[in-house]
């Protein structure tokens, strides 16, 4: 059974502070990897891809991967109310169907 | 169109009808996904169409549900029976093969009655 994992959360960061999420995956044959932000009511938004180890940064947000750990996280820094919201991590498989995790919620407080 | 469309964004039904829900995929794009998310919760995976290939509808809960998609285009989800619980967000995407990202639809909003 392919799987994704996120912690569920609530994850509270203070305004201002860097916000860091976390993802693991079981499928070692995985090489596309994705961050989606979901406003509570709407539908998820793609704001991150991650194909190669290392980082990947755009504007305020940085998405890391670790294929040997089997690990991807974003990062969020300097982390805005607006910016709360649920992220989930997903991942392609080898037949490149979108493996997907539960979310975390990340609140942002003011 | 410029995104993926869903229609109707909201449907209410009377327990035991049949409903139909529908999913144009942005152009070109070659994967289809059904999913369903019911208030505070995760998406669940419901079908998954690539191509020509076999669609992958584990997912599928129950026999009541079928989805179809038309020349690799627009895809239709049927709902037969409706049941209480069927109540939820209906969500549609869709992707190229070989990138991945998948690009959402607005959503269905169902509820049976």
């Known amino acids: 059974q392919k799987e994704v994992e996120q912690n569920s959360g609530p994850l509270s960061v203070p305004e201002g502070a860097i916000a860091s999420l976390n993802c693991t995956y079981s499928?070692?044959?995985?090489?596309?990897f994705f961050w989606y932000r979901q406003y509570s009511g709407k539908s998820p938004e793609l704001i991150m891809f991650?194909?190669s180890n290392g980082d990947k940064e755009d504007g305020r947000f940085t998405a890391q991967l670790n294929k040997a750990s089997q690990y991807v996280s974003l990062l969020i820094r300097d982390s805005q109310p607006s910016d709360s919201a649920t992220y989930l991590c997903?991942?392609?498989?080898?037949?490149?169907?979108?493996?997907w995790g539960a979310g975390t919620k990340l609140i942002i407080k003011p | 169109g410029a995104g993926v469309s869903q229609s109707p964004s909201n449907k209410v039904t009377e327990k035991g009808k049949d409903v139909e829900l529908r999913c144009d995929p942005i152009?070109?794009?070659?994967?289809l996904y059904w999913y369903r998310q019911s208030l505070g919760q995760g998406l669940e995976f419901l079908i998954y169409?690539?191509?020509?290939?076999?669609?992958?509808k584990s997912g599928l809960p129950s026999d009541r549900f079928s989805a179809e998609r038309t020349g690799g285009s627009v895809s239709t989800l049927t709902i037969q029976r409706t049941q209480q619980e069927d109540s939820a967000v209906y969500l549609c995407?869709?992707?190229?093969?070989?990138?991945?990202?998948?690009?959402f639809g607005q959503g269905t909003r169902l509820t049976v009655v």
């Open positions: 995407a869709s992707s190229f093969r070989d990138k991945g990202e998948a690009f």
């Open positions: 152009s070109g794009h070659t994967a």
């Open positions: 169409f690539q191509g020509n290939s076999a669609p992958d």
């Open positions: 499928d070692r044959g995985s090489q596309s």
């Open positions: 991650i194909y």
């Open positions: 997903a991942v392609n498989d080898s037949n490149y169907q979108l493996i």
